[in-house]
C-alpha cells in the first residue's frame, strides 16, 4: 500500500512522540516528509533527531503536492487558523486537542473540509488504546449490564514552576483543565457511552495570577495572569440515559486521575485516558473483583495512532476513527458546561456523533498494519 506523505506544522514538546511512531510504529503507513515551525532551529533539530529530509517554512510544507495530511501541532489559538490553511492548500489535516476555541471557528474548519472533500482528525487518540478498546469490548459484551452513570477526575498541579519552554499557555483558554485535559475524558467517554445531549456545571478560579517559584526557571519571580477557569465540574448527560460527573482541576499538586463506569451488573474502573493502557477492574455484584486482561494492543504511548488509522481510511475510503466531527462534539461539551456555569442552568449539546468503531480485537502489537483497514 502507498504511504501517505506527512507535513509537520509545530516541532515543540509534543512532536517528539508523534515524530517518533510516525516514524517508527506506523511507518508502514505513514511518511513525514516534511517539518515546519515559527522557529526554525526547532524544525531543523526535530528533522535531524528522525532522520526527516526537510526541515522548511510553514508556506513551503503547504505548497508541497505531494504531503497529503498535515499534522498541526501548534499552540491552541492557532489550530483552527492552520488547520484552514491545510486545507485551503488541498491537504487532510490531523490536529492536536482543542480542536477549536469557538464554535465558528470549528465549523468553519469542518464546513470547508467536507466543501474540498478532506478528511479533518484531531487528538486525543488514546481511546485507541488498549485499555479504552479494552473497556469499549467489556461494555459492548455487557460485562457489566446496562452502564447508567460514571465518575471522572483528573487534578493536576499548576504551572507554577515555570519549567515548561510554554507554561503561560496552561494559563489560557486553551491550556485550562477544560480544553486541556478534560478532552481525554470527554473523548473516552463518548466513546464508551455516546453522545452528550445536555450539561450543566461551574467553572471557576482560586487566583488571578501565579508567580514562577522555580529557581531554575528563566521566569523565576515572574507574576503571570491566569486568563482561564482553573476549577471545573460538570454533569453530563448522555443520549443513552447514563449520567456522568466530571472534575478537573488545575489547582493544587500532583496528578490524580481516576475514570469509573457503574453498570446494572457491575462496576468498572477505567484507566487513565490520557494514557493508551493502564489496569482494567471490574467489581460484580457478588463482592468479586477481577483485573481484566487487554484484548488489543497499543499499551505504550502510542500517539500518532488516529493519524495512522486517518491515513488508512484516506487509501481504503473508510471513516476514521480520531474524527474532527468527534472534536467537534467533545469542544460543544466543553464551551457547553462554560455556558452552564455563567448562565446557572442546563445547557442542550447541539452537536452529535455516533460512537467511533472499536479496532479489531486481534491486534496484539504496537503496529498498525494493512490488514487492520476495517
Not at 490520557?274 to 499499551?299: A, D, L, V
Not at 460512537?355 to 476495517?374: F, H, Q, S, T
Request: proline fraction near 6%; aromatic fraction near 8%; hydrophobic fraction near 40%.
Amino acid at each position: 500500500m502507498r504511504k501517505v506523505k506527512v507535513g509537520v506544522v509545530g516541532t515543540g514538546q509534543i512532536s517528539g512522540i508523534y515524530l517518533k511512531n510516525a516514524t517508527e510504529s506506523f511507518d508502514g503507513i505513514l511518511e513525514v516528509k516534511a517539518v515546519a515551525d515559527v522557529v526554525p532551529e526547532l524544525a531543523r533539530k526535530r528533522a535531524e533527531q528522525f532522520g526527516i529530509a526537510n526541515a522548511i517554512t510553514v508556506d513551503e510544507l503547504l505548497d508541497d503536492p505531494e504531503i497529503e495530511i498535515v499534522l498541526n501541532l501548534t499552540a491552541p489559538a492557532v489550530h483552527a487558523a492552520i488547520n484552514i490553511r491545510a486545507l485551503q492548500a488541498g491537504k487532510h489535516v490531523y490536529t492536536e486537542k482543542p480542536f477549536a476555541l469557538t464554535r465558528e471557528d470549528a465549523d468553519e474548519v469542518i464546513n470547508l473540509a467536507d466543501a474540498k472533500g478532506l478528511l479533518v482528525g484531531c487528538a486525543p487518540d488514546t481511546f485507541l488504546g488498549a485499555g479504552l478498546q479494552t473497556c469499549r469490548k467489556l461494555i459492548d459484551e455487557g460485562w457489566i449490564g446496562t452502564p447508567y452513570s460514571a465518575n471522572g477526575t483528573i487534578i493536576m498541579g499548576n504551572s507554577s514552576n515555570g519549567m515548561h519552554p510554554n507554561f503561560q499557555n496552561f494559563l489560557k483558554l486553551g491550556g485550562d483543565p477544560i480544553m486541556d485535559m478534560a478532552p481525554y475524558y470527554l473523548t473516552a467517554l463518548v466513546f464508551l457511552l455516546g453522545p452528550v445531549r445536555r450539561v450543566t456545571g461551574t467553572a471557576q478560579q482560586l487566583h488571578q495570577e501565579i508567580t514562577v517559584i522555580n529557581p531554575k526557571s528563566p521566569r523565576y519571580g515572574d507574576k503571570v495572569a491566569i486568563e482561564a477557569p482553573t476549577n471545573v465540574s460538570a454533569v453530563l448527560d448522555f443520549h443513552s440515559g447514563a449520567v456522568a460527573s466530571l472534575q478537573a482541576a488545575k489547582e493544587s499538586f500532583g496528578y490524580f486521575p481516576r475514570l469509573e463506569i457503574f453498570g446494572t451488573e457491575g462496576n468498572l474502573t477505567v484507566p487513565d485516558p490520557n494514557f493508551f493502557g493502564g489496569r482494567i477492574m471490574i467489581q460484580f455484584p457478588n463482592g468479586e473483583t477481577k483485573e481484566i486482561p487487554y484484548s488489543h494492543g497499543f499499551t505504550e504511548d502510542s500517539r500518532a495512532i488516529g493519524l495512522a488509522d486517518m491515513a488508512y481510511a484516506i487509501r481504503a475510503g473508510r471513516p476514521h476513527r480520531a474524527s474532527g466531527q468527534l472534536a467537534r462534539h467533545v469542544l460543544d461539551i466543553s464551551l457547553s458546561i462554560f455556558e452552564a456555569s455563567q448562565e446557572g442552568r442546563h445547557v442542550s449539546v447541539e452537536s452529535h456523533v455516533d460512537r467511533p468503531a472499536p479496532l479489531p480485537i486481534g491486534l496484539k502489537y504496537n503496529r498498525l498494519d494493512a490488514a487492520d483497514i476495517v
